[in-house]
């Protein structure tokens, strides 16, 4: 697979308005492993190669675990998700797949109860820049695999103990 072009160089402000929504993300409230979790569902629905490896990345260096990762495409046949991410993961499905009919009322019920107003918002502007992201990946086939992860300074507090 051949990059077609790096739209950072060619358009840098697109990035920087991409990154702005993502600085809002980082300081929102959700927790990192949850927006891990909702990056890498969304784009594995894209089949964002690119994002995959770097979300995954993301979440391991997190504290994410190999088992959680590798069962997240089946997520509904598995006990190692809890309820709020349950709802977060068909939440990021039904908004990913938006022209498949809409965002039924039912999912919407379902995420209602384990998020505050403000935390569906900002749950949903992290789908809408996930799917932005991964758009922009496969478009101009950014190739995957040289993504390095940053510790999160949690973690690395965690692990000096």
Sequence with gaps: MEVRLNYSHVAP????AMRGLEDY???CGLDRPLLNLVRTRASQINGCAYCIDMHTKDARADG????????LDAWRETPFYTDRERAALAWT????????????????????????????????????AINGWNRLAIGFRSKPGSYQAKRNAQVSKIATR
Excluded: C, N, W
Excluded at 64 to 71: D, I, P
Excluded at 93 to 121: I, N, R, W
């Design 64 to 71: 994410e675990t190999e088992q959680r990762l590798y069962e």
């Design 25 to 27: 993300l980082e300081e």
């Design 13 to 16: 402000g697109v990035t920087m």
């Design 93 to 128: 499905e039904a908004v990913t797949l938006v022209s498949k009919g809409h965002v039924p009322d039912e999912v919407y019920e379902a995420v209602s109860p384990h998020f505050s107003e403000k935390e569906l918002v900002d749950l949903t502007l992290a789908i809408i």
